[in-house]
């Protein structure tokens, strides 16, 4: 299969901004955060405001579980990421939505929306480029953390679908792709403990190649390259 080129990312710009500014989702950003994670994503084809793209980080230091991408129905409220994961970044329709989670068990979840996790709001999608950088020490109106105090690894895996489906008897596999190879879905474990730069191949020996969208769609109605993750980084930067 063919194996797209890495993607040369430098971090993204800090904004130098006076005062308060606001997030997508309303709430406050901290250009300053000493703590950072900056992620980046690319597809094939530009990336396509009416489908996901969900970033999924699992913070329980467990290498042994993290998150999978959900390939037919499901009764989860996000629709689009099982297993294991306790933060959530979703992208759609030009926003970016950030999420604490916790797993209810017996398939039931809790998303809790977290406005002020960016470092600087995050432009929508550029052409086939998906970028944000996430404040690690991020909280919510209530006090309650994006990411665990003194967390040292994530688990992270990327999922694009083109749509969430929640009919029980409806049992094809639907349009998505994640990290890892055809009929695979893997998730990284990334060590976080201080600076550091992962990418495609070289990210806990996951290697995301491209064409390798999943689906049993037959009528050809799903623009499959606009799904495809071709390539990706995420940087850790800590001061």
């Given amino acids: 299969m063919k ?4 993607l040369v990312v430098a971090p993204l710009l800090l904004l130098f901004l006076a005062g308060c500014a606001k997030s997508p989702s309303g709430g406050p950003v901290t250009p300053t955060a000493p703590n950072r994670l900056i992620v980046n994503l690319q597809t094939q084809a530009p990336v396509n405001n009416a489908y996901i793209y969900a970033f ?18 499901t009764a989860l409220p996000n629709g689009v990421v099982g297993g294991s994961f306790t933060a959530l970044v979703i992208y759609q329709a030009g926003q970016y939505t950030v999420y604490r989670r916790t797993d209810l068990g017996n398939g039931n979840e809790r998303l809790d929306r977290v406005a002020n996790a960016f470092v600087v709001p995050p432009a929508p999608a550029s052409g086939n480029l998906l970028s944000f950088t996430l404040n690690l020490d991020a909280t919510d109106d209530s006090g309650a953390r994006l990411f665990r105090a003194g967390v040292q690894r994530l688990d992270v895996n990327f999922v694009t679908t083109n749509e969430i489906r929640r009919d029980p008897n409806d049992l094809r596999r639907k349009a998505y792709d994640a990290f890892g190879p055809r009929l695979a879905s893997f998730y990284a474990t990334l060590d976080i403990r201080g600076n550091r730069v992962y990418t495609n191949a070289a990210a806990a020996g996951v290697t995301e190649p491209g064409n390798d969208v999943q689906t049993d769609d037959t009528n050809n109605t799903i623009n499959l390259s606009q799904l495809d993750i071709t390539d990706f980084s995420l940087s850790v930067e800590r001061q």
């Avoid at 194996?3 to 890495?6: G, L, M, Q, T, V």
Wanted: hydrophobic letters at 35%.
């Fill in 56 to 73: 999924a980080f699992d913070d329980d230091d467990d290498s042994a579980d993290g998150p999978a991408a959900i390939i037919s129905s």
């Fill in 3 to 6: 194996r797209f080129s890495r």
